[in-house]
């Protein structure tokens, strides 16, 4: 056994605080805690929790204590703002020094309760992301692997359209260089928005695991710079085309009928057609003129160009969601557009290139076209040819 005296300090010691946490002597409970954090039964033994929502300060018993203002508030809680804060999130405009012409929502920080459609009724920038995130991002990057895939299964399943005939040699003029030059300056604009568009739309899902976040931070930003300068190109050129090519984009009956044979892909025999078929003649109206002019008015919003528009945050936000459903299905459609001008009709490239056209690609592809200039009431050759510069004599 152990010291006598150390024996006797160890079992006064534990009686003590038996005594003190069993509450059997009054001398050695602890004080109880104020009123305000006890519970109803806290005298019949320890300390109870308190829920401190339950709690409340003297002062919010006062009363119009809700509707305070944040002046009044700060008087009997200094520091509490809840009055300024309930403001800011209802969208009460407040003071601000700054022009309403440069700035017209300085005043506001959080934008009022809106329901775009496919959001909930929340404040405009969430009801925004909401349809950003939960729609155009998945449902527009579904829409573009589409059809992309299905250009694809054409390609792979049925390979181009085929010239049937043999070239004769004898060229067809069907664009002239002015056509050409418009196009051309068209479909690069067209190309440089499109590429940079779906980077910054959807390059955080397939390139920033590759590249890392600098890389693709640089990339964003020169490409969202390109989209800025060739917008404006864009947009000019696509008014030249417009007019260039209106005259002969004049639908008709054979478009009609076109459309309804699905211009012969599946039958395999090719529908006749003037200078241009139904199927471009659809890309025409539909997405040069309408969706041309959806995007780029809506863009010349987003970039803040157009003269006496208050360009508040919904308008930019509602400005967004409209360029990117109409940039989608501008670039959906122009997918296939630039397929059948590229590598899915044989031919089809070398009149865009050089502006030519053998006799046979004409009346295989455009058979009415060929038909008006054999019969005289088109021209075969609508420019001067370029006569060879002649050596200068000695």
Same mark, same amino acid.
């Given at each position: 056994? #152990?010291?006598?005296?150390?024996?006797?300090?160890?079992?006064?010691? *534990?009686?003590?605080?038996?005594?003190?946490?069993?509450?059997? !002597?009054?001398?050695?409970?602890?004080?109880?805690?104020?009123?305000?954090?006890?519970?109803?039964?806290?005298?019949?033994?320890?300390?109870?929790?308190?829920?401190?929502?339950?709690?409340?300060?003297?002062? /919010?018993?006062? +009363?119009?204590?809700? =509707?305070?203002?944040?002046?009044?508030?700060?008087?009997?809680?200094?520091?509490?703002?809840?009055?300024?804060?309930?403001?800011?999130?209802?969208?009460?405009?407040?003071?601000?020094?700054?022009?309403? !012409?440069?700035?017209?929502?300085?005043?506001?920080?959080?934008?009022?309760?809106?329901?775009?459609?496919?959001?909930?009724?929340?404040?405009? $920038?969430?009801?925004?992301?909401?349809?950003?995130?939960?729609?155009?991002?998945?449902?527009? @990057?579904?829409?573009?692997?589409?059809?992309?895939?299905?250009?694809?299964?054409? %390609?792979? *399943?049925?390979?181009?359209?085929?010239?049937?005939?043999?070239?004769? $040699?004898?060229?067809?003029?069907?664009?002239?260089?002015?056509?050409? !030059?418009?196009?051309?300056?068209?479909?690069?604009?067209?190309?440089?928005?499109?590429?940079?568009?779906?980077?910054?739309?959807?390059?955080?899902?397939?390139?920033?695991?590759?590249?890392?976040? =600098?890389?693709?931070?640089?990339?964003?930003?020169?490409?969202?710079? &390109?989209?800025?300068?060739?917008? +404006?190109? %864009?947009?000019?050129?696509?008014?030249?085309?417009?007019?260039?090519?209106?005259?002969?984009?004049?639908?008709?009956?054979?478009?009609?009928?076109?459309?309804?044979?699905?211009? @012969?892909?599946?039958?395999?025999?090719?529908?006749?057609?003037?200078?241009?078929?139904?199927?471009?003649?659809?890309?025409?109206?539909? @997405?040069? %003129?309408?969706?041309?002019?959806?995007?780029?008015? /809506? #863009?010349?919003?987003?970039?803040?160009?157009? +003269?006496?528009?208050?360009?508040?945050?919904?308008?930019?936000?509602?400005?967004?969601?409209?360029?990117?459903?109409?940039?989608?299905? &501008?670039?959906?459609?122009?997918?296939?557009?630039?397929?059948?001008?590229?590598?899915?009709?044989? @031919?089809?490239?070398?009149?865009?290139?050089?502006?030519?056209?053998?006799? *046979?690609?004409?009346?295989?592809?455009?058979?009415?076209?060929?038909?008006?200039?054999?019969?005289?009431?088109?021209?075969?050759?609508? *420019?001067?040819?370029?006569?060879?510069?002649?050596?200068?004599?000695?």
């Amino acid at each position: 056994m #152990g010291h006598p005296s150390r024996l006797f300090s160890t079992l006064l010691l *534990t009686a003590c605080a038996a005594l003190t946490w069993s509450g059997v !002597s009054a001398q050695t409970r602890p004080v109880a805690p104020a009123p305000a954090v006890v519970a109803a039964g806290a005298g019949a033994g320890g300390i109870q929790n308190a829920n401190i929502f339950d709690v409340k300060p003297d002062a /919010s018993e006062a +009363p119009g204590y809700a =509707t305070q203002t944040n002046g009044e508030r700060a008087k009997v809680q200094p520091r509490n703002n809840a009055p300024m804060w309930r403001q800011v999130g209802a969208g009460v405009t407040g003071y601000s020094s700054l022009p309403i !012409s440069q700035a017209p929502e300085a005043g506001n920080l959080i934008q009022p309760f809106v329901q775009y459609p496919g959001s909930r009724l929340t404040n405009a $920038g969430e009801a925004w992301r909401q349809v950003r995130n939960d729609w155009l991002i998945p449902y527009g @990057g579904a829409l573009l692997l589409i059809v992309l895939g299905a250009i694809a299964l054409v %390609f792979k *399943t049925m390979g181009p359209i085929k010239q049937h005939g043999e070239d004769t $040699g004898k060229k067809i003029e069907r664009f002239t260089a002015f056509e050409r !030059s418009a196009h051309w300056a068209n479909a690069i604009a067209f190309c440089i928005l499109g590429i940079s568009g779906i980077v910054m739309a959807f390059g955080k899902f397939f390139l920033l695991p590759v590249m890392g976040l =600098t890389l693709f931070g640089w990339l964003t930003y020169a490409l969202k710079n &390109m989209h800025n300068f060739a917008g +404006p190109v %864009f947009a000019v050129s696509l008014v030249v085309i417009f007019v260039t090519f209106l005259r002969d984009n004049i639908p008709n009956r054979d478009d009609v009928i076109w459309l309804l044979k699905g211009g @012969g892909l599946l039958s395999g025999k090719e529908v006749p057609s003037h200078r241009f078929n139904g199927g471009e003649k659809l890309v025409f109206w539909g @997405g040069v %003129f309408f969706l041309g002019i959806v995007v780029v008015s /809506s #863009g010349f919003v987003l970039d803040k160009i157009l +003269p006496g528009l208050i360009y508040e945050r919904g308008t930019l936000q509602i400005a967004h969601m409209i360029h990117a459903v109409a940039t989608l299905l &501008m670039l959906v459609m122009f997918m296939g557009h630039i397929y059948i001008g590229t590598i899915g009709m044989q @031919g089809a490239y070398q009149g865009m290139k050089t502006g030519y056209v053998d006799e *046979t690609w004409a009346r295989e592809h455009h058979e009415y076209w060929y038909d008006d200039i054999k019969a005289g009431k088109i021209p075969a050759q609508r *420019t001067e040819p370029v006569q060879p510069s002649q050596p200068v004599q000695i």
